[in-house]
Each structure stands twice: as structure tokens, then as C-alpha cells.
């Protein structure tokens, strides 16, 4: 859908410039932000940005109307201790993809608007380093089991 | 053809052969059980000690308002994660693990309890902290103190935590903490360690084990 959307946007451009495909195409996939307890100010989202491009992106920002403040942040656990990081860009290459997961790189959303609850929904948005932006959307649901599936050692 | 003194010899040997036979066979299970379940230990997933470490007292509280010690330990096998609620990738995904062992052990190990020490008692509040760790599993335990109490605590276990300053909002502030989740014995002995990242199946496969060879 999003995907589509580029193409029509980014059309007319292609058209004039007379090159087929050409740049980075972004697409955000299995967005899912961690429900958390009714206390939580802090929540924490995971996705894979997929470059579907012939050429390298950049993630820059991350922004959404349910926050007051949203930042690429990346978990690091050195000698035992875990800090947080914020990321000031993710580099995606071309024809590559990046994984934000549990105890990796995530989104840092801060005091959420309203109560967001198991199956609700969030409106997303990227800024890459051209300015160019790509809308999407997060599910909000439970950490899958014990999260076996995503935490690989690193 | 067999001699009379022949059979009287054998007739009074025989308690002494059976009581042997017995012995031997004893000493084979006993050592058999025992290497076995030395063995089984060979291989966990987390870090145990030879010497499990017994704790220096120490006072923390419970979001109920009661005392948490060393007495609070005693009597059941806990696992131990240090944190802060407003954490919010490391500290759910880790009480997720714990609630996910808590799920697989079920009932099959008697007596286990999960804790969350809040290394951050200025935020959390007991009403906090409550309504954080019932959240993942309503028995499981939430406790914090004071600095002094909570280092108490935290430096004989070698368990870190600073202040991290959010150079962008003044005033705000992220804490670095240890990521692993810790192990005590009935005893209230520091068992065992397991570092990050965590899978719950390797938690609870371990405390099977190590409950099974305790005593």
C-alpha cells in the first residue's frame, strides 16, 4: 500500500528523469509496539525497515500523533549492564533490510495521548535524510511468548 | 560330593556376603545418583556457583508496604531482576521471559518467586510498582528501598545501576542496569546467574535441574 503510494508519487519524477527505479524504497513491516502496564510513560516499538531500492537510505527520525515524543533509541548490553543509546540514523543499504527488536534497536514513544490497549492501532511516520517521509501503522499487542523468536545473541 | 564343614562355613559366611552385596550395590546407586546429577548440572544454560553465597542482611519493601529481606527469600527458590518501570525495552522484555518461566514451571517446581527490584525509588512509588509487575503475572513480587538499603543489596551481588541524565529533557533521566536475571536458593544463598539475552525455556529447564539436585 505505502509501497504503492511512493510509486504513484514518485512517478511523474521517474517519468521526467527517464531512469527506471531509481533511489530507495522504504517499507516498514511487523510493526508492533510492547503493551505495556497502565503506568508506563515509555513505551517501546519493533519493525523491519526493508530497502527495496537500488540505492542506500537513511532513517532520520521517527515522529507519531498518539506521542508527545518519539526517538530511535538502541539497547546495548556491555559487560552485564544494559544502557540505552539514541540512534541519530539508521543506515538501510540497498536491497537490505534492519531489524528494530526486543534488547536491539527500537523506538523510544513517550507519553502516549490516550490509554492504548491490546489491538489498538498507531499511526507512524519516517523522515529519511532527504526529507521524505513514509506514514504506517503499529499494532499494539503483547511481547510474542518469551520472545525466543527475537532475541538473538549478539 | 560337598563336605559338611564346607556348608557351615558358607551358611556363616553368608550374612557377611550379603551384607557385602548390599553395600556395594548401595554405594553404585548413591554414586551413580550423585555423578548423574552432578553431570545434569554440567551443562546449564546459566552461570551456577560451587559456592552459593549467602547475603548480608539488607531491608527493602514490598509495594504492599512489608519489610523485604533475606527472611523474605528463605524457604523457595527466587529469581531476582533489577530495574525501573519506566524502562521500556529491557525491563518488559525480561519480566515477559520471567512470566513466560512462570507459565512453564506451573506447579512442577514447588515454590518459586519472582522479584523486581526497583533501583529507581524516587519514581516508583509502591502504587507504581505494583501496578507494574501484577500487570505480567499477579503473584509476582515488586520491591525498592532506599539508596543505602538498596545498595546494601546490589554490591554484594555485583548488580550496577547510574543515573543516565537525558541531555535532551532537562530534569528526565534513563538508568543503566544490570541485565541479568539472578537465582537464590532456598536458603537465601546466591545460586546461580543468567545473563541477557534470556530465553525462558533455558530458565526454567535450569531450575528444574538445579531444584532437583538440591540436597
Known amino acids: 500500500m505505502n509501497r504503492i503510494l511512493i510509486l504513484l508519487l514518485g512517478l511523474p519524477g521517474l517519468l521526467l528523469s527517464g531512469t527506471l527505479l531509481a533511489g530507495s524504497l522504504i517499507e516498514v513491516q511487523q510493526a508492533w509496539i510492547r503493551e505495556a502496564p497502565p503506568t508506563s510513560r515509555v513505551l517501546a516499538g519493533y519493525m523491519t525497515i526493508i530497502n527495496t531500492g537500488d540505492s542506500p537510505a537513511e532513517i532520520t527520525g521517527i515522529s507519531s500523533p498518539d506521542f508527545a515524543k518519539a526517538e530511535l533509541h ?23 533490510r534492519v531489524l528494530l527488536e526486543p534488547g ?51 | ?79 531476582v531482576f533489577f530495574g525501573y518501570t519506566n524502562c521500556p525495552d529491557v525491563c518488559p522484555t525480561t519480566m515477559s521471559v520471567l512470566k513466560s518461566v512462570a507459565s512453564r514451571l506451573d506447579n512442577k517446581v514447588p515454590g518459586v518467586q519472582y522479584v523486581f527490584v526497583s533501583v529507581d525509588p524516587e519514581r516508583d512509588t509502591p502504587e507504581q510498582l505494583g501496578q507494574f509487575v501484577t500487570w505480567f503475572n499477579g503473584d509476582f513480587i515488586g520491591v525498592t528501598g532506599t539508596g543505602q538499603e538498596l545498595e546494601k543489596l546490589t554490591r554484594q551481588l555485583g548488580v550496577i545501576y547510574m543515573r543516565v541524565p537525558d541531555e535532551k529533557s532537562p530534569g528526565s533521566y534513563t538508568i543503566d542496569h544490570s541485565a541479568s536475571v539472578l537465582l537464590f536458593d532456598p536458603d537465601a544463598r546466591f545460586h546461580a546467574i543468567f545473563s541477557a539475552p534470556l530465553k525462558a525455556a533455558d530458565l526454567a529447564e535450569d531450575l528444574t535441574r538445579l531444584a532437583n539436585a538440591y540436597r
Open chain 1, 74 to 96: 538502541r539497547t546495548r548490553v556491555v559487560n552485564g549492564v544494559a544502557t540505552m543509546v539514541p540512534v541519530e540514523s539508521i543506515p538501510v543499504p540497498a536491497g537490505g
Open chain 1, 104 to 154: 536491539g534497536m527500537h523506538l523510544m514513544l513517550f507519553d502516549p495521548a490516550r490509554r492504548l490497549k491490546r489491538g489498538d492501532r498507531v499511526r507512524l511516520q519516517v523522515k529519511q535524510s532527504d526529507d521524505t517521509t513514509l506514514d504506517f501503522e503499529a499494532r499494539i499487542t503483547r511481547a510474542p511468548d518469551d520472545n525466543d523468536a527475537h532475541n538473538h545473541p549478539r
Open chain 2, 1 to 79: 560330593m560337598t563336605k559338611p564343614g564346607t556348608i557351615t562355613l558358607a551358611r556363616r559366611l553368608l550374612p557377611f556376603i550379603v551384607a557385602t552385596v548390599v553395600a556395594v550395590a548401595a554405594g553404585l546407586w548413591v554414586s551413580d545418583r550423585y555423578f548423574n546429577r552432578q553431570a545434569d548440572l554440567a551443562d546449564l544454560h546459566g552461570t551456577r556457583f560451587s559456592e552459593p553465597r549467602a547475603l548480608q542482611p539488607f531491608t527493602l519493601t514490598d509495594y504492599k508496604g512489608r519489610p523485604f529481606g533475606t527472611e523474605q527469600l528463605k524457604g523457595k527458590w527466587s529469581f
